[in-house]
């Protein structure tokens, strides 16, 4: 790189000063390396942030339609009632007994139990929801940590070359490489658990089972 000629000889016993040749060197060689590496986090961590909020929105509007499933429907407990009130006064009406007229299945003062399916197919669409907006939020955080590693601090060479060494090695020390590298892996398990979720819940569906219906038809005919 032509550091020799790019930068002064140091003084006798000033090859380790403030503005020594070594330390100026070594911020220009790491300004090289952190360029390269901050621009391979932050592009993927973009990417990440971008699906994971989509994603994370497509599963809330599942799961705010499902999720009425796991407490009692009033309108259907009314609804019955009526319905049956309605017999009795017939009923009375024409002088038959109220006895023969048939109660509702639904008691409003029981304890409400849905059903294994709604449970299985909340539990999962929640723990997938749980999983992208972690992701979501660890990509916030993961962004705040680039930004205050690459910001520039005041003071002599040596100075900042100690502060980067030592911000590095925070980096390091709290595994944020790994962390990095690990997001796309949750946001797959927190896409395929949905998928999951899905394939559950499909046969209480009509519209989702023709999708996955012709979804197989169309698999079956690519491979005649």
Not at 3 to 14: F, G, L, S
Not at 57 to 78: G, K, P, R
Not at 188 to 210: A, E, N, R, Y
């Amino acid at each position: 790189m032509g550091y020799e000629r790019k930068y002064p000889e140091d003084e006798k016993h000033e090859e380790l000063g403030p503005f020594a040749r070594f330390w100026r060197t070594y911020l220009d060689e790491c300004a090289v390396f952190d360029a390269e590496m901050i621009e391979d986090w932050r592009d993927r961590l973009d990417v990440l942030l971008v699906f994971a909020g989509l994603f994370s929105a497509v599963v809330t509007t599942f799961v705010v339609q499902t999720s009425q499933s796991l407490q009692i429907d009033n309108s259907q407990v009314t609804a019955s009632l009526l319905y049956e009130l309605i017999n009795i006064q017939r009923a009375i009406a024409n002088e038959s007994p109220v006895d023969d007229v048939p109660r509702s299945g639904i008691n409003p003062f029981t304890a409400f139990h849905p059903n294994a399916l709604d449970a299985w197919v909340n539990g999962l669409w929640f723990t997938s929801l749980s999983l992208s907006l972690i992701t979501a939020l660890v990509v916030v955080v993961a962004k705040q940590w680039i930004h205050h590693y690459i910001s520039i601090p005041s003071g002599t060479a040596r100075d900042r070359g100690r502060l980067r060494h030592f911000r590095f090695m925070g980096l390091e020390e709290w595994h944020v490489p790994i962390i990095i590298g690990l997001l796309p892996v949750l946001l797959h398990v927190s896409l395929g658990i949905f998928i999951i979720g899905l394939v559950v819940f499909h046969p209480k569906q009509p519209i989702i089972q023709i999708l996955f219906q012709r979804r197989g038809t169309s698999v079956c005919h690519s491979k005649e």
